[in-house]
């Protein structure tokens, strides 16, 4: 079993700036992908950025309306993922879940609201 926690969400101007700390705890051991998707109302979930957790290798991907603005970064040592975003948009306003994918199952974090409006 795997529990994630998310922070850091919140509200933001337009072209600033947050970063979002998702903690894994539990079997983390197995863990082979963190990431984050995005849910705003009416829509659905989609994926933001991803980063895989094996040792040595450090894989990223992003959604492509992410791309250039946001990073992903992990530090293993904290059982930590962090999502740094930048030039935050309007439409970036979304519930921000962290996840985790093991060979078995996948596991989400409670999720963290984030809105940019003015």
């Known amino acids: 079993q795997v529990m994630l926690v998310e922070s850091g969400g919140g509200l933001v101007q337009p072209g600033g700036s947050l970063r979002l700390s998702c903690v894994a705890s539990?079997?983390?051991?197995?863990?082979?992908?963190m990431g984050w998707y995005r849910q705003a109302p009416g829509n659905q979930r989609e994926l933001v950025a991803s980063?895989?957790?094996?040792?040595?290798?450090?894989?990223?991907a992003y959604g492509d309306s992410v791309k250039g603005r946001f990073i992903i970064s992990r530090d293993n040592a904290k059982n930590t993922v962090y999502l740094q975003m930048d030039s935050l948009k309007p439409e970036d306003t979304a519930v921000y879940y962290c996840?985790?994918?093991?060979?078995?199952?996948?596991?989400w974090g409670q999720g963290t609201q984030v809105t940019v409006s003015s």
């Open positions: 996840y985790a994918v093991t060979l078995a199952n996948h596991f």
């Open positions: 539990g079997t983390i051991s197995n863990i082979n992908i």
């Open positions: 980063i895989t957790s094996l040792p040595r290798v450090d894989n990223t």
